[in-house]
């Protein structure tokens, strides 16, 4: 049923109406591309991409929730899953934690789909171990314009899809190798690091022990305490190590969304002076090292997920998010963004810190080897167009980039420095898709797509 629809991404800072389908089949996928609109088709998800990459104003959304079939059957024989691309990583988990199976890789919330993680090529706490989602992918299912096509790793589409931005076709399914786990409790350290230099020490201390690992940071502190940090680092716990209770059930897993967050709280409650309250309090608040805590997967992997809605405590404005990440080589210039965002007062809570290890080998995926940073920050704060211009330039600079799934204002000028591989993704883009119908309000703001669809 197609119904006109004014759609937004998770950052709720711009809104466009498209025309939104929603098939309950492949087959029906591949009919609704026989008669994409001049606008062009671009897929969704659950809409978890802060920016516009889901957007599509004045075409065609294609909805594939509905398509969310998963077969567990293989787990048992090598470990793997067959999902459509509309099933939820939280739906999955449901299921496959009982049995002893974890995701390969963990985005920070379990609300985004199959086809939402391919087309982002999706990173956790651990990618400079586990790698990216595509590392893990055998087969990809994907309707284009040519038709439905199987394909794998050694395609070059099946490249192109990863971080595609769902502009190479519509992920119908894939066979996903899953993580084994014992529990689905982790072992959590935390310790409070004074400045930037000891956050990224322990980020990199006992990698190989703690998988998982990542700092909450406060970007608004200056001086010596530039870059201070919590910081956490997980491993899967066996069974011996869970309490009487917990042993009993060890791989049970239950989350609920536990609180919700009003609609539309004031803007003010991200003003500067809010958001250095909240962080000094937060930095405070954490414990200066504790060691051996065992936490629930919901709690260490997707903290968000229990504040339904917490996307609209930013007012209706909306916020960003600016996510960036600079070659290891280069954590000067992380220390610069993060001086600039501090000495600009830009109010921002919670930052978050990761490390990457090696690309993927997708042309457009976003993680290389180094530290990406992560800041949410009120749409409507002031200067914010100018400071992130300004940490765009450094990051461009030292061969880093920033995150397409997570942006929402980046110039389409200096997507090409970030992005070396963009000719050669659009040229394999253009052969299965000659007629240019895949477009989304990304595409066109990034001239990622030929100029035909806008
Ligand atoms: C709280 C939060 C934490 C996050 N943490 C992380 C993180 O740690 N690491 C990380 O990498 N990302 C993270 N993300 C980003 C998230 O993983 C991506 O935005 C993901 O793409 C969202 O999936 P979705 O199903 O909501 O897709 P949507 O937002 O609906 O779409 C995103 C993109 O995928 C494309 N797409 C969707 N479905 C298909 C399909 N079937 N075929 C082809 N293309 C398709 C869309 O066209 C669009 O370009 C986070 C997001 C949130 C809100």
């Known amino acids: 049923v197609a119904e006109q629809r004014r759609l937004t991404g998770w950052g709720r800072s711009t809104a466009t109406v498209a025309t939104v389908e929603t098939p309950a089949s492949a087959d029906e996928v591949a009919e609704l591309l026989t008669r994409a609109p001049a606008r062009g088709v671009v897929p969704r998800g659950l809409g978890r991409a802060y920016g516009d990459a889901a ?19 293989g787990l048992e024989h090598d470990g793997t899953i067959r999902a459509e691309a509309g099933a939820s990583l939280h739906a999955i988990l449901v299921e496959s934690v009982p049995r002893g199976w974890f995701v390969p890789v963990a985005p920070g919330t379990r609300q985004v789909t199959i086809g939402g ?8 706490k651990d990618h400079h171990q586990a790698g990216s989602f595509m590392t893990h992918v055998q087969e990809l299912t994907l309707a284009t314009p040519a038709g439905i096509q199987v394909i794998g790793p050694e395609s070059s589409l099946f490249a192109a899809t990863f971080g595609g931005m769902g502009l190479t076709g519509v992920v119908l399914e894939a066979v996903l190798r899953m993580l084994p786990i014992l529990s689905s409790r982790v072992v959590v350290d935390t310790d409070r690091a004074g400045d930037l230099d000891g956050a990224l020490a322990l980020m990199v201390e006992g990698a190989s022990e703690h998988p998982y690992a990542v700092a909450w940071i406060d970007c608004m502190a200056r001086g010596g305490s530039l870059g201070r940090a919590v ?7 066996v069974p011996a190590e869970l ?25 003010n ?41 917490w996307n609209a405590v930013y007012g209706p404005r909306g916020f960003l998010q600016y996510q960036m990440v600079v070659p290891l080589e280069a ?44 800041v949410d920050v009120s749409a409507g704060a002031r200067g914010l167009g100018a400071t992130l211009s300004a940490c765009d330039e450094l990051v461009a600079g030292c061969g880093g ?29 253009g052969a299965c898709d000659p007629d240019g119908i895949f477009a989304s309000d990304q595409a066109r703001r990034l001239r990622l797509v030929p100029a035909s669809a806008t």
């Open 401 to 429: 980039r920033v995150y397409l799934v997570k942006d929402a204002r980046l110039r389409s000028e200096i997507v090409h420095t970030m992005y070396p591989r963009l000719e050669e993704w659009r040229e394999i883009r």
């Open 117 to 124: 993680a391919i087309a982002a090529d999706v990173h956790g």
């Open 331 to 374: 954590d000067e210039v992380l220390r610069q963004v993060i001086a600039l965002l501090a000495a600009r007062r830009l109010p921002s809570a919670l930052s978050v810190l990761k490390r990457l290890g090696a690309a993927s080998g997708g042309h457009l995926s976003f993680p290389v080897a180094g530290w990406t940073l992560a």
């Open 55 to 73: 957007l599509n104003a004045g075409g065609m959304v294609i909805d594939l929730r509905a398509l969310r079939a998963v077969d567990y059957a």
């Open 269 to 309: 409650f991200v003003s500067r002076p809010a958001a250095l309250a909240f962080n000094e309090l937060w930095f405070r608040k954490a414990p200066r090292e504790r060691r051996g805590q065992i936490q629930s997967l919901s709690a260490f992997f997707h903290p968000l997920d229990a504040l339904h809605g």
């Open 243 to 267: 309490d009487t209770t917990a042993a009993r059930d060890p791989l049970a897993f239950g989350p609920r969304a536990r609180l919700a967050v009003p609609p539309l709280m004031p803007a």
């Open 231 to 237: 910081v956490t680092r997980g491993r899967w716990a």
